[in-house]
């Protein structure tokens, strides 16, 4: 049995490769161990899937994750991509892995495309495009780049020779995550980007953006970006390896959108739902971006991004920006959801 650790299974990203790994055929064939910090989640995973073990604890632990990597052939990582003991006790696992059995373990990272981000703050659109098939301008990448820490110790590592590591980069992930683990409230069933400007706009009774909101980003919705995974996880393992380490980049993206068309979407939104006036979406204000956003602008940065290497591999996502904006009315019906439920039980 192939030996996989998993870990951030109970995330939006996690949980939803988890759930696509077990729709495969192959899925009995796994020994699969998941990295949990809740016993109770984890006794709820073992229910559901019997070829899952939950290992409690956090990521962010170095000598637990060093054991776990250190008994697997395969960790795919989808937590904090900027957690750097995370990464720092993967891949010490996953060396004494290799002095063990001579065998190069391979390590299937999540960053994101913020690295690529700018300071547009919404003013601009980038015409730079960053192509995960070109090494050669991947490493122009300042090291101070969002996430860029762990991406350059990963690939390090690879350079060293006791590991092959695959990092995929998410845009702009959409849409609600279905399935068992998100509906037994085992996995968190939402993004991030989009819910928070639904939120700061159901707050502020308007749809809101950073500056003009004429800064790009990709986007792609959630069980498309599961597929990557899985394609790559078959493509690592068949005899012709795909790129790795400093050729190991895959941008998880398919079409652009601005963050004007966001808001407007989100405008559309709340009008629909007589929760605002609509019309076009407002500048946040100083005050705004410090009250929902910690003072941020980064929603307004560019981060355009040609996925070529992931494409090349078979992957073909579908869904486009204009079903990401006809998303967005169930996604302000969840927001509103959960902020009722969490006033509730305040009560």
Same mark, same amino acid.
């Given at each position: 049995m192939t030996?996989?650790?998993?870990? *951030?299974?109970?995330? !939006? ?6 759930t696509?790994?077990? =729709?495969?055929p192959?899925f ?5 161990? &998941?990295?949990?910090r809740?016993?109770?989640k984890?006794e ?7 070829n899952v +073990?939950?290992?409690? *604890? ?5 000598s $637990? ?7 697997v052939?395969? %960790?795919?990582?989808?937590?904090d991509?900027?957690? %750097?003991? &995370?990464?720092? #006790?993967?891949? =010490?696992?996953?060396?004494q892995?290799?002095?063990?059995? #001579?065998k190069?373990? @391979?390590?299937?990272n ?7 981000s700018d300071n547009?703050?919404g ?13 050669? =301008?991947?490493?122009?990448?300042k ?10 110790? @990963? ?5 060293? *020779?006791?590991?092959? +590591? ?11 995550a ?7 409230? @085992?996995?968190?069933?939402k993004?991030v980007?989009?819910p928070?400007?639904i ?5 502020r009774g ?5 500056g ?7 986007n792609?919705e %959630? ?5 990557? !995974?899985?394609? $790559? ?16 980049y895959?941008?998880g ?6 963050? !004007? =068309? ?15 006036? *609509?019309?076009?979406? +407002? +500048? ?8 929902y956003?910690?003072?941020?602008? !980064? ?14 591999? #078979? ?21 509103i959801?959960?902020?009722a439920?969490?006033k509730?039980?305040? $009560?």
């Amino acid at each position: 049995m192939t030996k996989i650790l998993m870990t *951030g299974v109970t995330g !939006y990203i996690g949980g939803a490769v988890l759930t696509r790994f077990a =729709q495969r055929p192959d899925f009995n064939s796994f020994d699969i161990r &998941a990295v949990v910090r809740s016993a109770e989640k984890g006794e709820k995973i073992k229910a559901l899937y019997k070829n899952v +073990t939950p290992i409690v *604890g956090s990521h962010s632990d170095i000598s $637990l994750m060093s054991k776990a990597a250190a008994e697997v052939d395969v %960790v795919i990582a989808m937590a904090d991509c900027d957690d %750097v003991d &995370a990464a720092t #006790g993967t891949l =010490q696992g996953l060396k004494q892995r290799f002095q063990e059995t #001579g065998k190069k373990p @391979i390590f299937i990272n999540t960053s994101g495309t913020g690295v690529l981000s700018d300071n547009a703050a919404g003013m601009y659109a980038s015409e730079t495009i960053w192509d995960d098939a070109d090494p050669d =301008q991947i490493a122009l990448l300042k090291p101070s780049q969002p996430h860029r820490p762990v991406d350059l110790k @990963i690939v390090a590592a690879d350079e060293e *020779g006791y590991v092959n +590591t695959y990092i995929i980069l998410p845009c702009t992930i959409w849409s609600i995550a279905k399935g068992p683990l998100f509906d037994q409230g @085992i996995s968190n069933k939402k993004s991030v980007q989009i819910p928070a400007l639904i939120r700061a706009s159901l707050d502020r009774g308007h749809g809101g953006m950073v500056g003009a909101g004429k800064n790009i980003w990709h986007n792609i919705e %959630v069980h498309e970006l599961a597929d990557l !995974y899985s394609i $790559l996880f078959d493509a690592v393992l068949s005899s012709n390896g795909p790129g790795h380490g400093r050729e190991g980049y895959y941008f998880g993206a398919h079409e652009e959108h601005t963050l !004007y =068309q966001v808001g407007q979407g989100i405008s559309d939104t709340l009008q629909k739902m007589n929760k605002s006036k *609509g019309g076009e979406p +407002t +500048t946040f204000t100083k005050e705004e971006l410090d009250k929902y956003f910690n003072g941020s602008s !980064y929603l307004g940065s560019n981060s355009r991004c040609r996925p070529t290497r992931s494409k090349a591999l #078979g992957w073909a996502p579908k869904l486009t920006t204009k079903d990401m904006i006809a998303s967005i009315y169930a996604e302000t019906e969840l927001v509103i959801e959960i902020s009722a439920s969490a006033k509730s039980d305040k $009560l």
